[in-house]
């Protein structure tokens, strides 16, 4: 915590106490969803993470958050927060201007195993809607990386066309990088939109992918539940599929118990799980 | 093995709180409970369990973590000051000594809990065995043994006198700071007593409690899915007193305080048996009070065993079984499951 301000004689570090961060950019992405990029007051990186890890975004007096850390390790400049607006604290973040601080601790939780088990692997990632936010993470990971990795698909659905974040991105690094495919669609017809139409878990049984694939997918529970239906009819096995859960948290270091489901805690122990790994806990995600 | 004769306690604690804060069960507009000791206490020994446990004095029921000021565009943070006083709980049960070990495993291990360390570096327990354990005690069950506490000294009330015996470093530096209140004492009192309480305990209703299907070896699922949670929670009103009596319990919250010239970012406890303690944007996942009343004893009999090598977050005390407005307890459901032939 360099850039603590504080005038403290017996000043110590905790996982709870945050550190500032100044919010350089904000990029609206739909119309509820905005990107914002944060760095420490000094300008440096706040801290380094992996993908698919969380932070815990807060403004004094509103409330603060776990949200999924978007931005790619490989960018040695800031982190980036996707953040949908549906509440108290995602309303004051999506009406601040650039420039103004927060405060961000973290990273917390496990990570995408990007450096082990997918390394070598043809990917085949899933998303839907803002799931898309963590799984950005590990797409940027794997471009900034390519020669560690096999190929890549794409599958990525939301409500509308106005309704795709990242898109700027999709067209032109994702759809332009070396041996990826990108499918994209949205829920129901649209003016302008000569993409495809249908659901994520119709569109992923139209194209019917290979099994020689690590599977990461990433929506709201109903699509996760129909691509993992889907996936599996296609032959996947269920440890070829990552996920991640979300749940309510307030520590982020398994302590205050909120996000406890059977001997697990979503914080410390997840958020990603492989989906063999589900089976063997409550279903109560 | 030292003594004391029980008319000097006053003085005992007067020279105890010379040097440190001190907390003891004190009688206070007819509740007992933990308090800080001052002349004008009424200090009760005799009830033998406070309200709420002293687990209060390690882990605040409300804490503030670190003040915040905003000055335009700008936030500067300053984390609260850690406890840097030794202080002294003078009369901790064996059950609640041993609830603390149960809080350590969740606030010691890493990420270490700086505030919580902090107390238990500096407090200083002075327990106090239990003459007369009481018919809603099963400590013994968790492998508790109420005749003798686990604690920095221990004491024994035996007629006009308490037994002083410490048993570590910070026992004896308490010891040598009381020395001149206290004379030499030969054991035979305190093993009689000893005797005399282990023999209470065999007779207490709960004391042959089966654990059996519990713990770290419990198959997790079947415990999970077992019809018995769907009849058992009906009568819980989910008030969430369980929660706040016992001395294991450590979820928490983190909230704001707006002080008018800042805001002060506290936790407090609360409780998995609250509506919306699980309760986020996308949505609840335990929106039945069916399933949080699962949770809390799942994760005190179960989950929380087969994370920390079998210890259960329950160490027996007994106050969720006086407590609760309706009698649901833990006991009911090691019951209704040892009925159930533990499925």
Not at chain 2, 9 to 14: D, I, P, Q, T, V
Not at chain 2, 170 to 196: P, R
């Given at each position: 915590?360099?850039?603590?301000?504080?005038?403290?004689?017996?000043?110590?570090?905790?996982?709870?106490?945050?550190?500032?961060?100044?919010?350089?950019?904000?990029?609206?992405?739909?119309?509820?969803?905005?990107?914002?990029?944060?760095?420490?007051?000094?300008?440096?990186?706040?801290?380094?993470?992996?993908?698919?890890?969380?932070?815990?975004?807060?403004?004094?007096?509103?409330?603060?958050?776990?949200?999924?850390?978007?931005?790619?390790?490989?960018?040695?400049?800031?982190?980036?927060?996707?953040?949908?607006?549906?509440?108290?604290?995602?309303?004051?973040?999506?009406?601040?201007?650039?420039?103004?601080?927060?405060?961000?601790?973290?990273?917390?939780?496990?990570n995408f195993p990007v450096e082990t088990e997918l390394k070598g692997k043809n990917l085949l990632f899933i998303a839907g809607g803002i799931g898309l936010a963590?799984?950005?993470?590990?797409?940027?990971?794997?471009?900034?990386?390519?020669?560690?990795?096999?190929?890549?698909?794409?599958?990525?659905?939301?409500?509308?066309?106005?309704?795709?974040?990242?898109?700027?991105?999709?067209?032109?690094?994702?759809?332009?990088?070396?041996?990826?495919?990108?499918?994209?669609?949205?829920?129901?017809?649209?003016?302008?939109?000569?993409?495809?139409?249908?659901?994520?878990?119709?569109?992923?049984?139209?194209?019917?992918?290979?099994?020689?694939?690590?599977?990461?997918?990433?929506?709201?529970?109903?699509?996760?539940?129909?691509?993992?239906?889907?996936?599996?009819?296609?032959?996947?096995?269920?440890?070829?599929?990552?996920?991640?859960?979300?749940?309510?948290?307030?520590?982020?270091?398994?302590?205050?118990?909120?996000?406890?489901?059977?001997?697990?805690?979503?914080?410390?122990?997840?958020?990603?799980?492989?989906?063999?790994?589900?089976?063997?806990?409550?279903?109560?995600? | 093995?030292?003594?004391?004769?029980?008319?000097?306690?006053?003085?005992?604690?007067?020279?105890?709180?010379?040097?440190?804060?001190?907390?003891?069960?004190?009688?206070?507009?007819?509740?007992?409970?933990?308090?800080?000791?001052?002349?004008?206490?009424?200090?009760?020994?005799?009830?033998?369990?406070?309200?709420?446990?002293?687990?209060?004095?390690?882990?605040?029921?409300?804490?503030?973590?670190?003040?915040?000021?905003?000055?335009?565009?700008?936030?500067?943070?300053?984390?609260?000051?850690?406890?840097?006083?030794?202080?002294?709980?003078?009369?901790?049960?064996?059950?609640?000594?041993?609830?603390?070990?149960?809080?350590?495993?969740?606030?010691?291990?890493?990420?270490?809990?700086?505030?919580?360390?902090?107390?238990?570096?500096?407090?200083?327990?002075?327990?106090?065995?239990?003459?007369?354990?009481?018919?809603?005690?099963?400590?013994?069950?968790?492998?508790?043994?109420?005749?003798?506490?686990?604690?920095?000294?221990?004491?024994?009330?035996?007629?006009?006198?308490?037994?002083?015996?410490?048993?570590?470093?910070?026992?004896?530096?308490?010891?040598?700071?009381?020395?001149?209140?206290?004379?030499?004492?030969?054991?035979?009192?305190?093993?009689?007593?000893?005797?005399?309480?282990?023999?209470?305990?065999?007779?207490?209703?709960?004391?042959?409690?089966?654990?059996?299907?519990?713990?770290?070896?419990?198959?997790?699922?079947?415990?999970?899915?077992?019809?018995?949670?769907?009849?058992?929670?009906?009568?819980?009103?989910?008030?969430?007193?369980?929660?706040?009596?016992?001395?294991?319990?450590?979820?928490?919250?983190?909230?704001?305080?707006?002080?008018?010239?800042?805001?002060?970012?506290?936790?407090?406890?609360?409780?998995?048996?609250?509506?919306?303690?699980?309760?986020?944007?996308?949505?609840?996942?335990?929106?039945?009070?069916?399933?949080?009343?699962?949770?809390?004893?799942?994760?005190?009999?179960?989950?929380?065993?087969?994370?920390?090598?079998?210890?259960?977050?329950?160490?027996?005390?007994?106050?969720?079984?006086?407590?609760?407005?309706?009698?649901?307890?833990?006991?009911?459901?090691?019951?209704?499951?040892?009925?159930?032939?533990?499925?």
């Amino acid at each position: 915590m360099s850039e603590c301000t504080c005038n403290h004689d017996s000043f110590y570090e905790d996982t709870l106490i945050p550190k500032v961060g100044v919010v350089t950019d904000i990029r609206q992405e739909t119309p509820d969803v905005k990107t914002f990029r944060v760095v420490a007051p000094d300008g440096s990186k706040l801290f380094e993470h992996m993908p698919g890890q969380c932070a815990m975004v807060s403004v004094p007096g509103v409330g603060e958050a776990m949200f999924s850390i978007t931005s790619s390790p490989t960018n040695k400049e800031f982190q980036e927060f996707s953040i949908k607006k549906c509440g108290v604290l995602t309303d004051y973040l999506h009406a601040m201007e650039v420039g103004e601080e927060i405060t961000v601790r973290g990273p917390y939780g496990n990570n995408f195993p990007v450096e082990t088990e997918l390394k070598g692997k043809n990917l085949l990632f899933i998303a839907g809607g803002i799931g898309l936010a963590p799984l950005r993470s590990v797409i940027n990971y794997v471009l900034d990386n390519r020669e560690n990795y096999g190929t890549v698909d794409i599958l990525y659905g939301s409500r509308s066309a106005d309704d795709l974040v990242q898109l700027k991105e999709i067209q032109e690094v994702w759809m332009k990088a070396p041996n990826v495919n990108v499918y994209l669609t949205i829920d129901r017809e649209q003016e302008g939109w000569d993409g495809h139409v249908g659901f994520v878990p119709s569109y992923l049984k139209e194209i019917g992918f290979d099994t020689n694939k690590v599977a990461l997918i990433c929506g709201p529970p109903i699509m996760i539940k129909f691509v993992l239906q889907g996936l599996q009819e296609m032959g996947f096995d269920k440890k070829q599929i990552i996920t991640t859960l979300e749940l309510r948290m307030k520590c982020g270091v398994g302590k205050c118990g909120r996000c406890n489901i059977g001997s697990k805690y979503v914080c410390k122990d997840g958020p990603v799980f492989h989906c063999d790994e589900l089976d063997e806990i409550p279903a109560e995600y | 093995m030292y003594k004391i004769n029980k008319e000097n306690l006053s003085a005992l604690f007067s020279c105890i709180a010379d040097a440190n804060e001190l907390y003891v069960p004190c009688n206070i507009n007819g509740s007992v409970n933990f308090a800080a000791w001052d002349e004008e206490q009424l200090v009760d020994l005799d009830t033998l369990k406070t309200v709420k446990s002293p687990k209060d004095a390690f882990f605040p029921q409300s804490e503030t973590l670190y003040s915040c000021k905003r000055n335009g565009k700008k936030l500067s943070i300053t984390p609260e000051e850690l406890q840097n006083k030794d202080f002294v709980v003078f009369g901790m049960k064996a059950c609640d000594v041993r609830g603390l070990a149960v809080l350590d495993k969740v606030f010691l291990v890493d990420p270490v809990d700086s505030y919580y360390k902090a107390r238990r570096e500096h407090g200083i327990i002075v327990s106090l065995a239990c003459s007369q354990p009481e018919e809603a005690c099963f400590c013994n069950v968790f492998g508790i043994d109420a005749s003798q506490p686990e604690g920095d000294v221990v004491v024994y009330m035996i007629g006009d006198e308490m037994y002083w015996n410490a048993v570590t470093e910070k026992g004896e530096k308490l010891t040598k700071q009381v020395a001149s209140l206290l004379t030499d004492a030969d054991e035979a009192k305190v093993e009689a007593q000893k005797a005399s309480i282990k023999e209470i305990v065999s007779r207490l209703p709960y004391s042959s409690l089966s654990l059996e299907g519990w713990g770290k070896d419990a198959v997790l699922l079947d415990k999970f899915n077992s019809p018995i949670w769907e009849e058992l929670y009906k009568p819980c009103l989910a008030c969430g007193t369980c929660t706040f009596v016992c001395p294991t319990c450590q979820c928490y919250d983190i909230k704001d305080y707006n002080t008018g010239n800042g805001v002060q970012r506290y936790r407090c406890w609360d409780s998995c048996m609250y509506s919306d303690f699980t309760m986020m944007a996308h949505g609840n996942n335990r929106t039945s009070q069916m399933q949080r009343y699962r949770q809390r004893f799942m994760h005190k009999l179960v989950y929380f065993p087969q994370n920390n090598d079998g210890m259960y977050s329950c160490v027996g005390c007994g106050r969720c079984v006086d407590k609760c407005p309706i009698g649901l307890n833990i006991v009911k459901v090691i019951k209704a499951f040892e009925k159930g032939g533990n499925r």
